[in-house]
Nanobody, 118 residues
Framework: QVQLVESGGGLVQAGGSLRLSCAAS????????MGWFRQAPGKEREYVAAIASIGSTYYADSVKGRFTISRDNAKNTMYLQMNSLKAEDTAVYYC????????????WGQGTQVTVSS
């Protein structure tokens, strides 16, 4: 089972950019479906984006065209490039791993805070 550690969060002005990273331990990273989720204060956790083991990518409508998910299997790392950030993107961002394609996410990172000032 992988272990996940997020980094790259911070404070940015609206319209700015950030890149989040999710470093995974373990030798089977390349076989996992990986995802990004976020949780804003007082709200439920919501799906942001996912990338399959073969590289297919999927996005929530709210971030489509602004965020890009990618992975580097040689570095056991997944990324989330966030551009044109909005105040409503403010949240704790979590990366997650799913060992079975189409299955649930069974491993989660500790989260990294992203704050967008308007």
């Amino acid at each position: 089972q992988v272990q996940l550690v997020e980094s790259g969060g911070g404070l940015v002005q609206a319209g700015g950019s950030l890149r989040l990273s999710c470093a995974a331990s373990g030798r089977t990273f390349s076989s996992y479906t990986m995802g990004w989720f976020r949780q804003a204060p007082g709200k439920e956790r919501e799906y942001v984006a996912a990338i399959a083991s073969i590289g297919s990518t999927y996005y929530a409508d709210s971030v489509k065209g602004r965020f890009t998910i990618s992975r580097d299997n040689a570095k056991n790392t997944m990324y989330l490039q966030m551009n044109s950030l909005k105040a409503e993107d403010t949240a704790v961002y979590y990366c997650a791993a799913s060992a079975v394609a189409g299955g649930g996410y069974d491993t989660w990172g500790q989260g990294t805070q992203v704050t967008v000032s308007s």
